[in-house]
């Protein structure tokens, strides 16, 4: 074993976002211990396994020893699947934030700057501060945005297919369609509330208006209106004046990146990190033919999200 393997140790943890206290902590040493590691000593042997899986590496990357037959996707799944359960979304998104710094070729005078926006940005926003950091990078073949803030970790990475992205949204007038049932008064306020219900719970229109003091007729119209645009499920129920309608959530957690990133466009004021590499228009202009093509083909009543084959 060589000085290298404390040299090695100090990188990975710098790039895994670790401080030595929590590295020490991770395998049951002091402090003190990990520093004296890379300041030139060496860990005791019976550490290595543990060294190695803290940082999501084989033991053979801390001698130094890159295997080229690596399979590093299924080292990053195995060393998520070594943490617990509450911890491994926050790892994933800072692993993809970590990516997304370095994702565009920088100078090596920038690096030191860009280490230091990384940590300045996962710090934010603090208790008093209401914008979010964001990082956006738009590629020609790629998109990626993300959050790093560390009380609202989400990515979105996106590879764009060779037909562009506009054949796979809806039509114009089926989003213009979903925006006016948003845009009624009170239909977030109502969308909001049923999200907050348990899940497989139907409500009536009249428990919905009581608890958001509205007008019972108004919120039934809304309540309808939402159910057809297929943000919330509908059911019959017998009740003693008749049969009534009642609503609950969709079992699907969409609702929660459609209303984020509806947020991310809104909002002005962010600490952002943008690269717009990309050179084409984000809908290309012969993506609009193939769309146009692929409406006229679609059979009547079919499902309007529906990708193309």
């Given amino acids: 074993m060589t000085n290298n393997v404390g040299m090695i140790i100090s990188e990975l943890r710098r790039r895994a976002g670790m401080t030595q206290e929590q590295l020490g902590k991770?395998?049951?040493?002091?402090?003190?211990a990990v520093s004296r590691w890379e300041c030139g000593g060496t860990p005791d042997i019976t550490l290595l396994p543990a060294i190695a899986d803290r940082l999501g590496v084989s033991i053979d990357r801390l001698f130094g020893r890159d295997n080229a037959h690596t399979d590093v996707a299924e080292l990053a799944a195995d060393y998520m699947l070594s943490l617990p359960q509450q911890e491994r979304a926050a790892w994933l998104c800072r692993l993809l934030w970590q990516c997304s710094n370095r994702w565009v070729p920088i100078s090596l005078s920038a690096l030191k700057s860009l280490d230091y926006l990384d940590e300045f940005l996962v710090q934010t926003p603090t208790e008093t501060e209401a914008h979010w950091a964001r990082s956006e990078l738009a590629f020609d073949d790629s998109m990626l945005l993300g959050s790093p803030n560390r009380q609202l970790h989400f990515f979105l990475v996106a590879e764009e297919p060779k037909e562009g992205y506009l054949p796979y949204l809806l039509r114009p007038e089926q989003y213009e369609a979903l925006f006016r049932t948003l845009a009624v008064p009170h239909s977030v306020e109502v969308l909001l509330y049923l999200y907050q219900c348990h899940l497989k719970s139907y409500i009536l229109p009249g428990t919905v208006a009581a608890r958001l003091k509205l007008d019972v007729d108004a919120v039934r119209a809304i309540l309808e209106q939402l159910h057809q645009a297929r943000l919330?499920?509908?059911?019959?129920?017998?009740?003693?004046?008749?049969?009534?309608?009642?609503?609950?959530a969709r079992e699907s957690v969409g609702i929660v990146p459609f209303l984020l990133f509806a947020r991310w466009i809104q909002e002005?004021?962010?600490?952002?990190?943008?690269?717009?590499?990309?050179?084409?228009?984000?809908?290309?202009?012969d993506d609009s033919q193939y769309a146009a093509n692929r409406q006229k083909s679609r059979p009547q009543g079919t499902d309007p999200g529906d990708l193309p084959k």
Avoid at 26 to 32: H, W
């Fill in 26 to 32: 991770a395998v049951g040493v002091s402090t003190q």
């Fill in 232 to 248: 919330v499920e509908a059911t019959d129920v017998e009740m003693e004046s008749g049969m009534e309608k009642a609503y609950q």
């Fill in 268 to 285: 002005k004021d962010a600490y952002f990190v943008a690269a717009q590499v990309r050179k084409t228009p984000i809908f290309r202009k």
